[in-house]
């Protein structure tokens, strides 16, 4: 097996493992492979959240912070956890003002209600029991509060589906290669975006796990879809 790169099997140890080791220039990476797609997904995934001052955000999967920084720049409270101990020393080294914490997506070290808002960026995927992550976001969520987890999808637009198999997946990994400390990674990142689930099937997990209101939102064709959802309230209406 290959010490540098997770497999489809998701072993918490080697996942955290291969973020560790692509850390340093993980953003950078992102960025060429995606065509600077990655931060308009981000910004239009804190739209969609619309988090107020006022409010705590759980960002899950953080990594290095990027994606909790729109968040910190409207001073929202947020926390940014990861269980990459290389990618949180990355995250404080750019932003030392940010809460970055140690957290594994299925048994995270918050109380219940702890969060108006739980989001996860392009991390589910990365999670062993992902029916097990959604009950425990929604374990620290308070009544009413809501979910945002935006992942790599199935395109909708015909055509584009057998384009993006065929042609950007298989790129992923020779790209990675000139940008990446860790191109091997990549090679699991394409792996697991081929096996990763449609909207619609995600969405029923996420219902099953207790979400409530649970719907989508495809960008860029479908190729990452944001789903989003809403803690049950009280019997006696939000709180």
Known sequence: MNPNRAHLDKAPHEVAGMFDGVAR????????????????????????VDARPGERVLDIAAGTGVSSVPYADREVAVVPADFSLGMLRE?????PDLPFTAADAMALPFADGSFDVVTMSFGLRNVKDVGQALREFLRVTRPGG??????????????????????????????????SSNPESYEYLTESIRAWPDQRQLAETVREAGWEQVRWRNLTGGIVALHHALAPAPAGGLT
């Open 25 to 48: 220039r993980y953003d950078l990476t992102n960025t060429v492979l995606t065509g600077g797609l990655d931060g308009h997904w981000r910004r239009v995934a804190a739209r969609v």
């Open 91 to 95: 995250g404080h080294r750019r932003r």
């Open 146 to 179: 809501r979910l945002l987890v935006v992942e790599f999808s199935t395109p909708t637009v015909p055509g584009l589906a057998q384009l993006y198999d065929r042609v950007a997946l298989n790129l992923l990994p020779a790209v990675a290669r000139r940008t």
